[in-house]
Every structure is written in C-alpha cells, then in structure tokens.
C-alpha cells in the first residue's frame, strides 16, 4: 500500500513540475521531455490550465509537437467560472 501512495505522489509532483517548467524554462524540450520520461502526467490539471495550454502560451511549437506525441488531450478546456 505504501508502494502506491508513493507512487501516486511521485506521479503528481512530476506532472506539478512538469506545468512549473514549461513557464520557467530556457531549454524547454529537454526538460519537459525527461520529466514525461519520468512519469508526469501531460493531461495533469494546475488549476484551469493544462501542459498543452501552458505551452501553446509560451508559444513553444516543438514542446507542443512532444506533447502531442505523448497523447495529451487536444480538445480539453479551460473551465472558468466566472460569478
């Protein structure tokens, strides 16, 4: 059982990591790549937003093209409420 939890937890921080480097990173393709061979997750949620949605912001062409290989989901979006 702990087993499991850990890994649910790894998998998690690596997808929260995954979204925090596409916005932060200079070397962006390596880095995301090594972090999708390490298990993140493409279709993690942070809040509203998606890897693909952070990626198509910072207009990264070749991240989006390793996103799409990897199986993101194309058609997901963003959910607002606005009150």
Same mark, same amino acid.
């Given at each position: 059982m702990w087993y499991i939890?850990?890994?649910i937890q790894s998998k998690y921080s690596l997808s929260k990591?995954?979204?925090c480097?596409?916005?932060t990173?200079?070397?962006l393709q390596d880095n995301v790549e090594?972090?999708?061979g390490r298990g993140a997750d493409v279709n993690c949620m942070r809040g509203t937003l998606k890897p693909l949605h952070c990626t198509c912001m910072v &207009? &990264? &062409?070749d991240c989006v093209e390793l996103l799409l290989q990897k199986?993101?989901?194309?058609k997901a979006?963003?959910?607002i409420n606005i009150a």
């Open positions: 939890m850990q890994s990591q995954l979204i480097t596409i916005f990173t200079s070397s090594d972090l999708i &207009a &990264a &062409a199986g993101t989901e194309v979006c963003e959910v």
